[in-house]
């Protein structure tokens, strides 16, 4: 499957605790994105990254929040402390540079804060 | 905040029938993309829309796109069970921001068998 694939799809943890996502984007796309979206809304950009280089972050991204793309390839968000606020599912998707409104999401990963 | 806003929140229909499903969004775009995602999982791309079209056609998918309004429906004929699943606009207003996607809150459609 050449699809966007993210890992773990559901994760459960205690406040304060730190946890981290996983994103492999298809193999030939330049861009990466992560989306947050809670329960009854749409996803909501959080940031995005152009081969390694992260472009942009959201004003939703608090200083908890860190996301990489080392080699340009796989992506990392990681939370730190977590909150009951940070339930969610977080959403990868990748996309062509030229075709960016083009983007193929993964399955998701829902992130359940107790 | 979400640019696009889904008409109505939820809608449950016999199989066989139609469904439409509208979204109002507020600023100028480029394209309107609608996704489906089925419950908890992730989300699936059916078809986009430039701003210069105004109808396109994928399957018994029908979308339409009015600038003037700020509007677009999509509509879903001859529905099937496997069509349960949150529907969401999703816009982008070009160019160095077209990455930028910006989504609605959702019709929740339900096809009863």
């Known amino acids: 499957d050449t699809g966007v694939s993210q890992d773990p799809r559901h994760k459960i943890t205690k406040r304060g605790q730190n946890v981290t996502f996983r994103c492999d984007p298809i193999?030939?796309?330049?861009?990466l994105y992560w989306y947050r979206q809670t329960l009854g809304q749409g996803p909501e950009f959080l940031t995005y990254?152009?081969?390694?280089?992260?472009?942009?972050k959201s004003r939703l991204l608090s200083d908890r929040f860190s996301a990489e793309r080392p080699k340009g390839s796989f992506s990392t968000l990681e939370i730190q402390r977590t909150e009951q606020g940070d339930s969610a599912m977080y959403l990868c998707?990748?996309?062509?540079?030229?075709?960016?409104?083009?983007?193929?999401f993964g399955p998701g990963t829902r992130l359940t804060v107790t | 905040s979400q640019q696009g806003e889904e008409d109505p929140q939820a809608l449950s229909i016999q199989e066989g029938e139609n469904a439409t499903m509208n979204c109002s969004y507020k600023?100028?775009?480029?394209?309107l993309q609608w996704y489906r995602q089925n419950s908890g999982r992730g989300l699936v791309h059916l078809i986009l829309i430039r701003s210069n079209e105004r109808e396109k056609h994928s399957g018994r998918l029908r979308v339409t796109l009015d600038t003037s309004k700020k509007s677009s429906s999509l509509l879903i004929t001859a529905s099937r069970a496997a069509d349960t699943a949150s529907y969401f606009c999703?816009?982008?207003?070009?160019?160095?921001?077209?990455?930028?996607?910006?989504f609605g809150k959702g019709t929740l459609l339900t096809v009863n068998p």
């Open positions: 999703a816009t982008d207003v070009g160019g160095g921001s077209n990455y930028k996607l910006t």
């Open positions: 600023t100028s775009i480029n394209n």
């Open positions: 990254f152009q081969n390694e280089a992260q472009l942009e």
């Open positions: 998707a990748s996309s062509l540079a030229h075709m960016a409104y083009e983007q193929y």
């Open positions: 193999s030939e796309h330049n861009r």
